[in-house]
């Protein structure tokens, strides 16, 4: 047997010497909509007894799912990186420096919340290679009513601070924002409006109309005229696996009284839809035809998974 004194200095050597790598996201929780940045950031502090050969992001769902690579930087500075355009993705990986790698999304949406991991070569004596980790979690929240105007004058100056006033540069800000977080419907006829559809699933009714008054619309307020060029562009935009596409129009009441929140002005569909507790929202059905149906305001997802529409009057 060892003395345990001899196994806890080996113990105590070994954590002396070991690298340590940092994984650090800003915000550390997403406020989807609001945030105008993510950033995630790798660091390797400089050891005078191994160096970095390349360090990696990894990211996925949760620490359960497969991780899929984001971004990798070799001692050569070289970066390979899966993502798209709107993401930006530096680093360094210096022998006498720090090193890291830095990812950063403009907008970021639920699907960049979740688990990361930066996995980091190491070369040492006799070129041993090892590999240290890190991970982190992102986690996400999405606005409501309370914050909002709170959230806008942070956004907005955030803008100004920035770029300047200049209306150029937020009209710039506001269409990445609208792209990164919604899809345009592509109509054949000749509405006055614009309807886009969100890539955000699982939104409560108020969420979704923070979203799109961020947008400068409205949950949309579908016209009888209108219904059928809108549900056909929601059937070739290309969301299969979604089942409720949330709309404006509530009975508030639950009195089966449908109208528009924005203006108390009743409903322009002419729905019977009769009153149901807890059922006071409207959405469309993609497993039924889009027929508009009834469905929760706080957990319009509780059948499959949902998304929204809005308009915005051009
Ligand atoms: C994860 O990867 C394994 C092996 O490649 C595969 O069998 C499994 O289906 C994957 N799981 C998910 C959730 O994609
Ligand atoms: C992203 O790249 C594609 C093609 O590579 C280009 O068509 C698109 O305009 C780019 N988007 C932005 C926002 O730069
Ligand atoms: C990354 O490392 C370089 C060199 O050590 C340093 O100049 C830079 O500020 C670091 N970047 C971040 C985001 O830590
Ligand atoms: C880090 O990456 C190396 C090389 O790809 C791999 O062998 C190792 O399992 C990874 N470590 C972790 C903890 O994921
Ligand atoms: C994430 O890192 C922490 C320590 O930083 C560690 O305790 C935990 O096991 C890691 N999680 C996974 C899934 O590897
Ligand atoms: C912003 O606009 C106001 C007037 O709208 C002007 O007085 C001010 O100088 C502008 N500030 C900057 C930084 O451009
Ligand atoms: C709208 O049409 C354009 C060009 O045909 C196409 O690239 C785009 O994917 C369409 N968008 C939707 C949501 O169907
Ligand atoms: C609404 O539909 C009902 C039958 O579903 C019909 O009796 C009624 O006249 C319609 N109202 C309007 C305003 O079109
Ligand atoms: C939306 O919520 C439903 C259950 O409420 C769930 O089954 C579904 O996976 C969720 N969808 C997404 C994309 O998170």
Redesign the pocket.
Known sequence: MFPSGLVVILVLTFSVTESKVDLLATPETIAVGLSSKLTLTCNVPVNPTMHVSAIHIYHSAGPEHNMSQLARIDLAGRIVSSLPNMTSVSGHVLVNEDSNLTVEWVFPTSAQAGYYVCNVSLSGAHAHIYHETQNHTVGKTKPDFVNIIQELRKLRSFVESKFGNQSEKWTQTYETFKSTHF????LTGSSTSDYLLSKEPNSTAMQSDVMCHLLGGYLAEVSPREEQDITQ?LR???NGRVDLILIGGSDVDGTGNWMYMRNELPLKLNVSLPAAPGQDCLAFDTKASFRVVQTSCSNPSSSGTSLFLCQIDT
């Open positions: 899809i345009k419907l592509n562009a070739t935009s290309g």
